[in-house]
């Protein structure tokens, strides 16, 4: 017996520890993920609301104390004529108007040239409380000629603008500036009040986001970074201002990149052309998230480590009693089918490896039953190939008769048979049917030849030998019945061609009656059906004479046989082959002779049965009487 050639590449256990592992992986970066994704939705959406909420506050404090500012300083520039010289009762109201308020520190009012941005000042009022507070110093409150101008279009168009006049390391100040627009014309300069604004506490209230407070131009005038605050910086190229100018909503949010960092950011417009943005630099936004899923890694990892230990110890009990039946399989590939494998446990590997006993008993035993198996085949051949001795020859011709004969079994062995023997102007032609087929069949056709030998050797020997078609069968009758002891009996019918009378006497033992097709005088052919009765060969122990009829035979007279496999073979739908068929196929070809009737009649009868296998053995013979010369 051959060996096995396989080896095991991949165990039990290595896949056990790869599925489980993989298993956690999977299931741990699939809530990983998720976390990561639900936390940094979530922290978005937070940071984007605590961004909102700080910019609206702050918006609405700038706005406030813009217009708080704005509305002294329009009162301001109405309490004298910029064009004439200043009272002494005019200077005590304008300080008045500056101490009726706690929010500017100081007021001061200027000619400012349009063209140049250079200024002349006219007065200027200092709220003596509020500036001891704030450490400032005069020159802190100048605004340098490039800022001035800076400011001059929103000056000429909308009467008010915003400066940011900051200085690095001094406290932050925002210029808020209102022109009197009645006086754009005046050729010494349009009036200006300008009110300075400590910003000091705004700084203080911004808590977690980076606030920018800009106008419409991008120039920063409030920035919780000092150095954008104090560098009087434009951010018009930022892509969060781009989106608040572009946008018809007075708010908004955006997740952006800008100058290689990624930011959270939104924005407000409070007003008087201003805009708040808040931004959070996007790592900072979700430190919280990353600090979570670290966790959440570690906790896997830590959870990983614990199932790759749990599963070599839980492999290590399953793969054991595999392993046994592993080696006892290669036991019974060697041949050994005497296997001792004992059950350990009362589970399915248990259960596994009592089946296995039990399988290999069996098997041992289907060897042995398939080695007896050969031997019947072996035998079986043996038979089949004597039994195709049994049968003449396919092609026959002497100067009385031409045959042909066409024998095919459904099995290794038939129960079909047929046969001639003839002496001097006579000869004898037969066909026999055993019951059923197979083995058991062809033992009995196997008898029934052997008389027939037997009486063709007689009819050699003794030139008054009885060509009885009855007498023969009645012989036959007796041979096949001790042969099966009445358990198989076989219709035969045997037919003598007596060429000297010109006649054909026939017997019937329950054998389909063969057909006679004699020839006219017009070339047509008229059928006559054999018809004779007669029981079965086997059915009785003795039977003195068969029924014999006779007919005249002339030349060309043909002469069919066949066996009952032919008309009752059906198809794959159950449709026999049919009597119909057959007599009309044969009728047809008559005049091609007898080895073309038997080669489209089979053909037609193979395509009616299709591939499956025959339902019966079949046996056909045809036997055309020749002119004699």
Not at 42 to 68: C, H, M, P, W
Not at 541 to 569: A, C, K, Q, R
Not at 599 to 614: A, E, Q, S, T, V
Request: charge should be neutral; charged fraction near 20%; glycine fraction near 8%.
């Amino acid at each position: 017996m051959e060996q096995q050639q396989s080896k095991v590449s991949f165990s039990v256990g290595t896949k056990l520890l790869v599925s489980v592992v993989s298993l956690l992986l999977i299931s741990i970066t699939f809530l990983v993920v998720s976390t990561i994704v639900l936390l940094t939705n979530d922290k978005r959406a937070y940071t984007y609301q605590a961004q909102s909420t700080e910019s609206v506050l702050i918006g609405r404090e700038f706005v406030n104390v813009a217009k708080y500012t704005l509305d002294s300083l329009r009162l301001y520039l109405a309490s004298f004529d910029p064009l004439k010289p200043i009272s002494q009762q005019q200077s005590v109201g304008l300080k008045a108007v500056l101490e009726n308020q706690s929010q500017v520190i100081a007021i001061s009012a200027h000619l400012v040239d349009q063209n140049s941005g250079t200024s002349t000042i006219i007065t200027q009022s200092i709220n003596d409380s509020v500036w001891k507070k704030t450490g400032l110093k005069f020159e802190d409150l100048l605004i340098p000629v490039e800022l001035m101008k800076l400011g001059l279009p929103d000056l000429l168009n909308n009467a008010y603008a915003f400066i940011n006049i900051s200085k690095v390391g001094r406290p932050p100040v925002l210029a808020i500036l209102m022109s009197d627009l009645k006086l754009k014309t005046n050729s010494t300069g349009i009036p200006v009040a300008i009110g300075f604004v400590p910003l000091d506490r705004l700084a203080t209230e911004v808590k977690a986001s980076a606030i920018t407070v800009v106008n419409r131009e991008g120039w920063v005038l409030f920035t919780s970074d000092p150095a954008e605050f104090h560098n009087k910086k434009n951010i018009a190229d930022d892509p969060l201002y781009e989106l608040s100018i572009s946008s018809q909503l007075t708010t908004g949010a955006k997740e952006y990149e800008h100058e290689g960092r990624r930011f959270l950011g939104s924005y407000f417009r409070p007003g008087y052309d201003l805009i708040v943005l808040t931004k959070t630099d996007w790592r900072v936004a979700m430190r919280s998230a990353f600090a979570l899923t670290e966790k959440l890694i570690l906790l896997g990892l830590m959870g990983i480590g614990a199932a790759i230990v749990f599963a070599i110890l839980f492999a290590k009990t399953l793969t054991a009693p595999i392993n046994r039946l592993y080696e006892a399989t290669k036991e019974v590939a060697a041949g050994n089918f005497d296997v001792k494998l004992a059950a350990k446990s009362g589970d399915e590997i248990g259960s596994l490896a009592s089946s296995f006993v039990v399988m290999s008993k069996k098997i041992n035993e289907l060897i042995q039953e398939s080695m007896r198996k050969v031997h019947l085949e072996n035998e079986l051949a043996i038979a089949s190939t004597v039994q195709q001795n049994l049968i003449p020859p396919p092609e026959f011709k002497n100067e009385f008769l031409e045959i042909r004969g066409h024998y095919q079994s459904a099995a290794e062995c038939g129960g079909d048979w047929w046969g001639f023997f003839g002496v001097g102007d006579k000869l004898c032609l037969m066909i026999a049917d055993a019951t059923g087929h197979g083995l058991p069949s062809a033992l009995i056709t196997a008898s029934a030849r052997s008389c027939f030998s037997v009486m063709h050797k007689l009819a050699q020997e003794d030139s008054e030998f009885s060509f009885s078609p009855g007498a023969m069968l009645a012989y036959a009758n007796r041979v096949v019945y001790e042969a099966a002891n009445g358990k198989i009996m076989m219709t035969f019918w045997s037919g003598v061609f007596d060429f000297g009378a010109k006649k054909l006497s026939y017997s019937s033992a329950g054998h389909n009656p063969p057909w006679l097709f004699r020839k006219e005088a017009g070339g047509g052919f008229k059928l006559k059906s054999l018809k004779a009765t007669g029981p079965r060969l086997g059915e009785q122990h003795d039977v003195p004479m068969f029924t014999e009829n006779s007919v005249p035979i002339g030349p060309d007279d043909v002469l069919f046989l066949y066996t009952d496999g032919l008309l009752e073979g059906r198809n794959a739908g159950g449709e026999m082959f049919g009597k119909r068929k057959a007599m009309k196929t044969v009728e047809e070809n008559l005049n091609k002779g007898p080895e073309a009737v038997i080669k489209i009649l089979m053909d037609g009868f193979l395509k009616h049965n299709g591939n499956k296998p025959f339902d019966d053995d079949v046996t056909l013979a045809v036997a055309r009487v020749l002119h004699r010369g």
